[in-house]
């Protein structure tokens, strides 16, 4: 099956600075990773996703890259609020199942 | 659009006691469901899923167990609570192949006493 390490799993920034979180996966079929943000006490909830044919993908403040020939993604937000304070998983599929990361902890420090 | 529903929000249960936790999912058909379990500041546990009625897949061995008697139904149940199925337990729906990600229902807060 599948396997997904997700690094660091705490991460404090100050306001306006940028935050990375790393993902690995070892399956080279799984083609799509979503990345959940998960605030406390509520459902992990879609932020951003990619597939195996994209190698970036941008929204607003959060971008997502995957290199699938190292078998990682990384999800990059810049200019951290403290809203952006949450769990963080990634994900990895090739098909009806996810395999999810073990969560990054995110703090941003006003 | 499509929704989904898990209900209790909260649960407290004392050991030994059953359990049935519901989740049933609107506007589209054939999902495939999952229920996930979250102990507390931990990561996300796949506990069943199903691609179809009556099809269940376990990926956990456990005193769990979960069923989809309707197309868009799963429910998870436990004839005898251990203190250890405390957690929050969530259920989720996907249709790959038309693009979504997973969708995560509110979540069961369950307490074992």
């Known amino acids: 099956g599948e396997n997904v390490e997700q690094h660091p799993s705490t991460l404090s920034v100050q306001e306006g600075d940028s935050a990375v979180i790393k993902c690995t996966y070892s399956d080279s079929a799984s083609n799509y990773f979503p990345w959940y943000k998960q605030e406390l006490g509520k459902r992990p909830q879609l932020i951003i996703d990619i597939r195996s044919n994209v190698g970036e993908k941008k929204d607003q403040r959060i971008a997502v890259t995957l290199n699938k020939t190292a078998k990682h993604f990384s999800l990059h937000i810049t200019e951290t609020q403290p809203e952006d304070s949450a769990v963080y998983f990634c994900a990895a599929s090739k098909g009806n199942q996810f395999y999810f990361g073990t969560g990054t902890s995110l703090t941003v420090i006003p | 659009s499509q929704t989904i529903h898990q209900w209790p929000a909260t649960l407290v249960q004392p050991v030994g006691s059953p359990l049935s936790l519901e989740c049933t999912v609107e506007g589209t058909s054939n999902p495939n469901l999952y229920w996930y379990r979250q102990a507390a500041g931990r990561g996300l546990q796949l506990l069943f899923y199903s691609v179809g009625i009556g099809q269940i897949s376990s990926e956990v061995p456990q005193n769990l167990s979960a069923s989809r008697p309707q197309d868009r139904q799963f429910i998870l149940s436990s004839k005898k609570l251990l203190l250890s199925d405390s957690g929050f337990y969530l259920c989720?729906?996907?249709?790959?192949?038309?693009?979504?990600?997973?969708?995560f229902g509110s979540g069961t807060r369950l307490t074992v006493v």
């Open positions: 989720a729906w996907s249709v790959l192949f038309r693009g979504y990600g997973y969708t």
